[in-house]
């Protein structure tokens, strides 16, 4: 049934930056476990009267997001009001922006697949619900703290490549040093819009789910997932499914209904009276763009290249930026690339070292051993005297077999023997 359909697949990504202040006022944007309703004023309450002061950094390092993402910064800009009834909205509209985003059209590949992104802009973040029996409670501390949100085009038609894409993009702006991006405390938050097609039908579908605020990358996948599964029962039935929002229950692996999904129009936009509109110099633009750090597929790239490991390791050396420093301090001392990235990814030397002496303890474990031979065949004898049923089995034709025998006799000598040596003559005992 389901190879009838083509899932359709967008994306919106809220990320929270670790600015100091808040978007528009000088409280702390530090909320995370501090006690409820400490870090608030007039401006982040919503009281009638404050004035809105926008977060110069904040913008800036928004602007680097949407750099990073191979995106057009514009050079004009401005905010507006977003209107929408929810408690933990005080003024009763947000701070956002809709028809002049700081960054437009940018793109990200990923195995060999590129997918766009149709915008990236500032906004301020709301306060934070806490159901409970008794009812709901609100925190304002959260209220107002800046919140980039980033938009792609529909490009995505499996779960797999979201879950790619959304693990790019959190390395990538961990790399940038504007955000955490840790989902479990809220900072990286994470909505798919999903549909589901008739394959060769070439028009999108005339509706779309958004499932709100997933904070897991494995849960991701399983409400879209979950979704293309329900929507194609519907369209199978020949229902349309409901243009709506749903949450994902996590305990029961499924989507649930909140609300039907409001239209642009639904917002009632205008621009925001109490903040100028922005133009910027090209020559600024140009900055931000030219001070980028060696992005994750760059460095991927470079160590391909320059120090000629495999891409899967250079893949993984790169996901966390110390790791990535660290290994190209230790190469700096030790020029075994391959060896050394191994010997990170696999942990076989603790990374807790100083790189000066993980580039010795490098040299250590990769010097050529002097097999003592006599020491060697009676380990040899040991390991087939204790273990008849592995040698029967590899006489059988388990060749694998062998593997374990060797570590017998390696762990009797304490590795001190070629590996090589101990496999060739454990072959030329057993026969």
């Given at each position: 049934?389901?190879?009838?359909?083509?899932?359709?697949?967008?994306?919106?990504?809220?990320?929270?930056?670790?600015?100091?202040?808040?978007?528009?006022?000088?409280?702390?944007?530090?909320?995370?476990?501090?006690?409820?309703?400490?870090?608030?004023?007039?401006?982040?309450?919503?009281?009638?009267?404050?004035?809105?002061?926008?977060?110069?950094?904040?913008?800036?390092?928004?602007?680097?997001?949407?750099?990073?993402?191979?995106?057009?910064?514009?050079?004009?800009?401005?905010?507006?009001?977003?209107?929408?009834?929810?408690?933990?909205?005080?003024?009763?509209?947000?701070?956002?922006?809709?028809?002049?985003?700081?960054?437009?059209?940018?793109?990200?590949?990923?195995k060999n697949k590129q997918f766009r992104?149709?915008?990236?802009?500032?906004?301020?973040?709301?306060?934070?619900?806490?159901?409970?029996?008794?009812?709901?409670?609100?925190?304002?501390?959260?209220?107002?703290?800046?919140?980039?949100?980033?938009?792609?085009?529909?490009?995505?038609?499996?779960?797999?490549?979201?879950?790619?894409?959304?693990?790019?993009?959190?390395?990538?702006?961990?790399?940038?040093?504007?955000?955490?991006?840790?989902?479990?405390?809220?900072?990286?938050?994470?909505?798919?819009?999903?549909?589901?097609?008739?394959?060769?039908?070439?028009?999108?579908?005339?509706?779309?789910?958004?499932?709100?605020?997933?904070?897991?990358?494995?849960?991701?996948?399983?409400?879209?997932?979950?979704?293309?599964?329900?929507?194609?029962?519907?369209?199978?039935?020949?229902?349309?499914?409901?243009?709506?929002?749903?949450?994902?229950?996590?305990?029961?692996?499924?989507?649930?209904?909140?609300?039907?999904?409001?239209?642009?129009?639904?917002?009632?936009?205008?621009?925001?009276?109490?903040?100028?509109?922005?133009?910027?110099?090209?020559?600024?633009?140009?900055?931000?763009?030219?001070?980028?750090?060696?992005?994750?597929?760059?460095?991927?790239?470079?160590?391909?290249?320059?120090?000629?490991?495999?891409?899967?390791?250079?893949?993984?050396?790169?996901?966390?930026?110390?790791?990535?420093?660290?290994?190209?301090?230790?190469?700096?001392?030790?020029?075994?690339?391959?060896?050394?990235?191994?010997?990170?990814?696999?942990?076989?030397?603790?990374?807790?070292?100083?790189?000066?002496?993980?580039?010795?303890?490098?040299?250590?474990?990769?010097?050529?051993?002097?097999?003592?031979?006599?020491?060697?065949?009676?380990?040899?004898?040991?390991?087939?005297?204790?273990?008849?049923?592995?040698?029967?089995?590899?006489?059988?034709?388990?060749?694998n077999a062998i593997m374990f025998l060797?570590?017998?006799?390696?762990?009797?000598?304490?590795?001190?023997?070629?590996?090589?040596?101990?496999?060739?003559?454990?072959?030329?005992?057993?026969?």
């Amino acid at each position: 049934m389901e190879n009838k359909y083509q899932p359709v697949i967008g994306l919106e990504i809220h990320v929270e930056l670790k600015t100091k202040s808040k978007m528009f006022c000088q409280c702390s944007a530090d909320y995370f476990g501090q006690k409820p309703n400490l870090h608030v004023c007039p401006v982040c309450l919503g009281l009638p009267g404050a004035l809105p002061v926008p977060n110069e950094k904040a913008i800036s390092w928004m602007q680097k997001i949407g750099a990073a993402l191979d995106c057009e910064l514009t050079k004009d800009s401005k905010f507006d009001r977003k209107h929408y009834n929810y408690p933990d909205l005080p003024k009763g509209y947000q701070i956002s922006q809709y028809e002049e985003p700081f960054a437009i059209n940018g793109k990200i590949k990923i195995k060999n697949k590129q997918f766009r992104i149709r915008r990236v802009h500032m906004e301020e973040d709301t306060a934070k619900l806490i159901h409970e029996d008794k009812g709901t409670l609100i925190d304002f501390n959260r209220s107002g703290v800046p919140l980039v949100e980033i938009v792609t085009e529909p490009d995505f038609n499996n779960a797999e490549d979201v879950k790619a894409f959304l693990e790019e993009l959190q390395v990538i702006i961990r790399y940038l040093d504007v955000s955490d991006a840790d989902m479990e405390k809220g900072s990286m938050r994470l909505e798919p819009n999903i549909s589901a097609m008739k394959i060769g039908l070439g028009t999108l579908p005339p509706y779309k789910v958004e499932v709100k605020n997933i904070n897991s990358f494995r849960f991701v996948k399983q409400a879209i997932e979950y979704e293309i599964k329900r929507q194609v029962e519907l369209l199978e039935k020949g229902e349309t499914p409901i243009q709506e929002t749903r949450g994902w229950d996590d305990k029961k692996n499924k989507t649930f209904s909140q609300r039907t999904k409001e239209e642009a129009q639904d917002y009632r936009y205008f621009p925001e009276p109490d903040i100028p509109p922005f133009t910027f110099e090209k020559k600024y633009l140009y900055e931000i763009k030219k001070n980028l750090p060696e992005l994750p597929q760059q460095k991927v790239d470079r160590y391909i290249k320059d120090f000629k490991i495999k891409e899967a390791d250079a893949f993984v050396i790169t996901r966390n930026i110390k790791t990535a420093a660290y290994f190209e301090t230790v190469v700096l001392k030790n020029k075994n690339y391959q060896q050394v990235a191994n010997l990170i990814i696999n942990k076989k030397i603790s990374t807790d070292l100083s790189p000066i002496e993980f580039a010795k303890k490098t040299d250590e474990l990769l010097a050529t051993k002097t097999t003592d031979m006599q020491a060697l065949n009676k380990a040899i004898d040991n390991a087939i005297k204790n273990n008849f049923q592995v040698v029967n089995d590899y006489k059988k034709g388990k060749t694998n077999a062998i593997m374990f025998l060797v570590g017998q006799v390696m762990r009797e000598l304490k590795g001190n023997a070629e590996a090589k040596v101990v496999i060739d003559s454990l072959k030329k005992i057993i026969g």
